[in-house]
């Protein structure tokens, strides 16, 4: 390493411990005043770790006063900046709770609902937090419809909804994958009921039949019956959805093979 070099890594490693020095040296003052201007420079700066420390110190010295809504608002964010959304949304809620009329509101009542959307999972795992992001956009999109971000919002819910839609969908999929005819036809028309316009409409839809199909030709001889007479109401239902469908072959060989149980059975 040359001299120069060597400056340079001297000068900038000084810098480095005069400011964690003068940083101390400001958190362990009694200047609420200081302590505050410094958050808001350290938060301008997205500084979120230290502009935290020095909020939280002065949290409870302006409660009540007409600061206290702006040093609550920049230490939620504050934890929304470091990436802690989950202890984020918790500080939005109270934040819009404790402050209905603050400036600081419309921005909270967002950063709430983004803050559960953020840690929202794939589509596989326990989707509780997408629930919450859900009913907490749509509270947003009521509260404020003209918002600037009331659309970003809703195309959010959109997003969602197909999470939890695909998520539904699959575990009925693996019920019928696993060979639970009778769980899979449940399963799949629960999915059809809570997500109506499903762009799995069509699979589900040809799903039910073609379980109920399996279902009742593996079935005792006194169930069969029953069972394909299901089956064949399900494929009129089937086909007057979806008479062109792609399924539509195989649609008719099980209904042909349902139609020629039920009628020897009535002979």
């Given at each position: 390493?040359?001299?120069?070099?060597?400056?340079?890594?001297?000068?900038?490693?000084?810098?480095?411990?005069?400011?964690?020095?003068g940083y101390e040296k400001?958190?362990?003052?009694?200047?609420?005043?200081?302590?505050?201007?410094?958050?808001?420079?350290?938060?301008?700066?997205?500084?979120?770790?230290?502009?935290?420390?020095?909020?939280?110190?002065?949290?409870?010295?302006?409660?009540?006063?007409?600061?206290?809504?702006?040093?609550?608002?920049?230490?939620?964010?504050?934890?929304?900046?470091?990436?802690?959304?989950?202890?984020?949304?918790?500080?939005?809620?109270?934040?819009?709770?404790?402050?209905?009329?603050?400036?600081?509101t419309e921005k909270a009542?967002?950063?709430?609902?983004?803050?559960?959307?953020?840690?929202?999972?794939?589509?596989?795992?326990?989707?509780?937090?997408?629930?919450?992001?859900?009913?907490?956009?749509?509270?947003?999109?009521?509260?404020?419809?003209?918002?600037?971000?009331?659309?970003?919002?809703?195309?959010?819910?959109?997003?969602?909804?197909?999470?939890?839609?695909?998520?539904?969908?699959?575990?009925?999929?693996?019920?019928?994958?696993?060979?639970?005819?009778?769980?899979?036809?449940?399963?799949?028309?629960?999915?059809?009921?809570?997500?109506?316009?499903?762009?799995?409409?069509?699979?589900?839809?040809?799903?039910?039949?073609?379980?109920?199909?399996?279902?009742?030709?593996?079935?005792v001889t006194q169930k069969?019956?029953?069972?394909?007479?299901?089956?064949?109401?399900?494929?009129?239902?089937?086909?007057?959805?979806?008479?062109?469908?792609?399924?539509?072959?195989?649609?008719?060989?099980?209904?042909?093979?349902?139609?020629?149980?039920?009628?020897?059975?009535?002979?």
């Open positions: 390493m040359n001299k120069f070099k060597i400056i340079a890594v001297t000068v900038i490693a000084t810098a480095l411990l005069a400011g964690c020095s400001i958190l362990k003052s009694k200047d609420n005043e200081l302590k505050y201007s410094k958050a808001l420079f350290y938060y301008n700066k997205s500084d979120f770790y230290r502009a935290s420390l020095l909020l939280e110190q002065i949290l409870p010295i302006y409660r009540g006063t007409n600061r206290a809504d702006t040093v609550n608002y920049y230490y939620a964010y504050s934890q929304y900046g470091q990436g802690d959304y989950l202890l984020a949304s918790s500080y939005f809620d109270s934040f819009r709770r404790n402050y209905p009329r603050s400036g600081f009542e967002y950063l709430y609902a983004y803050s559960f959307y953020l840690t929202s999972p794939r589509y596989e795992l326990d989707q509780d937090n997408s629930i919450l992001a859900i009913d907490a956009f749509q509270e947003f999109i009521s509260k404020y419809p003209q918002s600037s971000k009331a659309e970003d919002a809703k195309k959010l819910v959109e997003e969602l909804y197909k999470k939890l839609e695909q998520k539904e969908y699959k575990s009925a999929w693996l019920y019928y994958h696993t060979e639970n005819y009778k769980a899979a036809i449940i399963a799949l028309q629960n999915s059809l009921k809570d997500y109506p316009n499903s762009e799995y409409r069509e699979e589900q839809t040809f799903l039910i039949l073609k379980s109920a199909y399996i279902y009742a030709d593996n079935s069969q019956k029953e069972r394909f007479q299901s089956t064949v109401d399900y494929y009129y239902n089937f086909i007057a959805e979806f008479p062109n469908s792609k399924y539509l072959k195989e649609a008719q060989k099980m209904y042909e093979a349902a139609s020629k149980v039920l009628k020897s059975s009535n002979n």
